[in-house]
């Protein structure tokens, strides 16, 4: 790879600025100091610096966004604000895109990354990835509905889902629930309520195969997934 393309890519500036850092004589490959952007080094094994601080080469960015409602789940668009549109600089730099979509009235757990090896599989139907939501639903939840999702759920276009585990934490005119589900067709935990002629009044993600929301993170904020998270997720994806 390009030593000029390489610390664009980690954030040092545009292709101008990168230019002046290296004439500047700002950068060194392996002890050495390099002007020509040319250069093409191996960003695994040399060791590059600029103002002699090591850079750590990164490929891939793991972001867990706490998803507002208003935003919507895409990297661009001519209306709307996106979730990438909440996202800074530096990590923008990286490309991430989210994995899946919550709806724009939807808040909570969204994954954004680059990998998109790994966004394919947690994205894959065979994958069958558990996605839990919390939501308050319009009309009282009861154990027959439970039942029901439980064997899967006939939507306003035909499809059945599969099973959804659904569990009731307080039953109201408007009740409290968690489900689980292993499907993402579009508006879906909306559309299986509509099944069982309910109204889903608040939606939000609280986790999607092993990566729990952090609830430390307000609205509209996000954090690079921690060593532990990343390994988790990875292992998930590995088994069938
Ligand atoms: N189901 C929905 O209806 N909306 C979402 O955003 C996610 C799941």
Do not use: C, W
């Not at 600029?50 to 891939?60: H, L, P, S, T």
């Not at 209306?79 to 899946?100: A, K, M, S």
């Amino acid at each position: 790879m390009r030593i000029d393309k390489l610390l664009a890519n980690q954030g040092f500036g545009s292709r101008k600025e990168v230019k002046k850092l290296l004439k500047d004589g700002s950068v060194t490959v392996n002890n050495e100091i390099v002007k020509d952007g040319k250069t093409h080094i191996n960003p695994n094994d040399d060791i590059i610096t600029v103002f002699n601080e090591e850079v750590v080469y990164k490929e891939f960015i793991y972001l867990m966004m706490n998803k507002p409602a208003g935003v919507i789940s895409a990297t661009e668009d001519v209306r709307e604000r996106t979730v990438v549109d909440l996202l800074h600089e530096e990590d923008i730099i990286f490309q991430p895109f989210p994995v899946g979509r919550l709806d724009k009235d939807t808040e909570g757990l969204l994954l954004l990354t680059n990998d998109g090896k790994l966004a394919h599989q947690l994205l894959s139907p065979n994958k069958n990835v558990p996605k839990t939501y919390f939501a308050v639903i319009k009309g009282m939840v009861t154990e027959d509905d439970v039942e029901k999702f439980a064997k899967g759920l006939k939507l306003d276009d035909g499809y059945i889902t599969k099973p959804g585990k659904l569990e009731i934490l307080k039953s109201g005119p408007y009740s409290d629930i968690e489900i689980t589900i292993t499907e993402g067709k579009f508006h879906q935990v909306k559309r299986m309520f509509a099944a069982v002629d309910k109204e889903v009044v608040f939606l939000k993600r609280i986790s999607m195969g092993p990566l729990l929301l952090d609830e430390e993170l307000k609205l509209g904020t996000y954090r690079e997934l921690t060593d532990e998270e990343l390994l988790m997720l990875k292992d998930a994806n590995q088994k069938d």
